[in-house]
């Protein structure tokens, strides 16, 4: 019988700084087996759990399996590492869609891929990089730093951008990476010289790259704003119908709040028009780093805004707190005055506020300024769009 005082040792997991096929104490893995959940739910979420591959590990038994066509007494491409590396692979691609570009390095256990994963109906593809080099440049820091610099601009490209331009960009990005990965490989990649001049070229393109991001990001962010205040137009649609019944079934076809809820509608549609207008010409400003999520919902709250702004001034005129000479006091009167507030604040802020007798003229003097058309590296804004006809001053970090 084995002493029970013996340690069992098992083959130790490589990491991402780096491999070593040493030995690692059993005992020293052990732990508390977290709580199993229980029912269908859990045992699908165990399933799926089990099935998933992470990147780093399809590298790894990507390796395991080069080493093993290395050996001359094996037939390419058989065995148990290949059925193994074949296996993950489509349990890799089941998750994060087909591997499309590909490069594999010889000698060390890195790589980067390009996959794309179909999506059904209208919806974009989803196109995504996925890398491991650490392994490849842990002696080597100035390249790894290099691929640092690849990696953080292709976070941004996958995070902000949409479409089209986020494959080129990811198309792009991949090009770079794999040129480095195959130069790490080499002898020159401890030629200081050779470095130096990898290195300027790769930030040259790295440069381009991040040019047409900077240019299809504010694009693309104005895109899922605009998304976003078409979101925020269906409640002002259902709004607006409630209202032509309540005028439909009112007498004399009078219902002040009727009129009221067409005129809440009517700022909403007045904000979404001006949006519209103010993009075609290129005034709205937008923070795209600030996510998609963030954008959707600043824009799905533009319409609320117009709508009360519209619903304030229909309150104003109807109250007679602000007196026009203009209109005969009908519905369509209080409608044109609640779009156009929507769609200039100034106008209903100056109404407003003039008929409470403050002097909105100084205020009008630091507005009316050019939008500076010179856009930082890297700036952050005080608000996420404009909410006037001028753009948002930016602020830099």
Not at 16 to 24: F, H, P, R, S, Y
Not at 292 to 304: C, I, Q
Request: overall charge neutral.
């Amino acid at each position: 019988m084995p002493n029970r005082t013996e340690r069992i040792t098992v083959e130790e997991r490589p990491s991402l700084c780096g491999w070593e096929e040493g030995k690692v104490n059993a005992t020293a893995a052990e732990g508390v087996e977290a709580p199993k959940e229980r029912g269908l739910i859990g045992r699908l979420r165990r399933k799926r759990a089990e099935r998933n591959v992470s990147f780093p590990e399809l590298v790894w038994i990507h390796h395991l399996r080069q080493k093993d066509i290395e050996n001359p007494h094996r037939r390419p491409y058989t065995g148990p590492a290949e059925e193994r590396y074949r296996d993950f692979e489509a349990r890799f691609e089941e998750q994060h869609g087909k591997i499309v570009s590909a490069y594999w390095c010889t000698d060390e256990a890195s790589a980067i891929v390009l996959t794309i994963k179909r999506r059904p109906l209208l919806l974009a593809d989803s196109v995504r990089l996925h890398w491991a080099t650490d392994w490849s440049t842990r002696d080597k820091p100035k390249l790894m730093t290099l691929l640092y610099e690849c990696e953080s601009l292709a976070v941004k490209v996958q995070e902000v951008l949409r479409d089209t331009s986020r494959r080129l960009a990811i198309q792009s990005l991949f090009n770079v990476i794999s040129f480095v990965l195959g130069f790490a490989e080499t002898e020159r990649a401890r030629n200081d010289r050779a470095v130096a001049g990898v290195a300027l070229t790769t930030r040259a393109h790295l440069k381009e790259i991040e040019k047409y991001y900077r240019k299809a990001a504010e694009r693309s962010g104005q895109i899922v704003y605009v998304g976003g205040v078409l979101l925020g137009m269906v409640p002002m649609v259902l709004l607006a119908f409630l209202a032509w019944l309540l005028i439909a079934n009112a007498k004399d076809f009078n219902s002040p709040a009727g009129i009221g809820l067409l005129c809440f509608s009517a700022g909403g549609v007045g904000a979404m028009v001006s949006v519209m207008s103010r993009m075609s010409t290129g005034r709205v400003r937008l923070d795209w780093e600030f996510g998609k999520d963030t954008l959707r919902t600043l824009g799905a709250l533009r319409p609320f805004v117009g709508a009360i702004f519209g619903l304030m001034t229909f309150l104003a005129l109807k109250s007679e707190v602000v007196k026009l000479t203009a209109g005969d006091g009908s519905s369509y009167y209080y409608i044109v005055f609640a779009f156009v507030a929507g769609f200039s604040e100034r106008f209903a802020r100056d109404m407003l506020l003039g008929a409470a007798g403050e002097d909105t003229s100084s205020g009008r003097k630091t507005v009316e300024q050019p939008p500076s058309e010179e856009l930082p590296e890297e700036t952050t804004f005080d608000a996420a769009v404009d909410t006037e006809t001028e753009a948002t001053t930016a602020t830099g970090l």
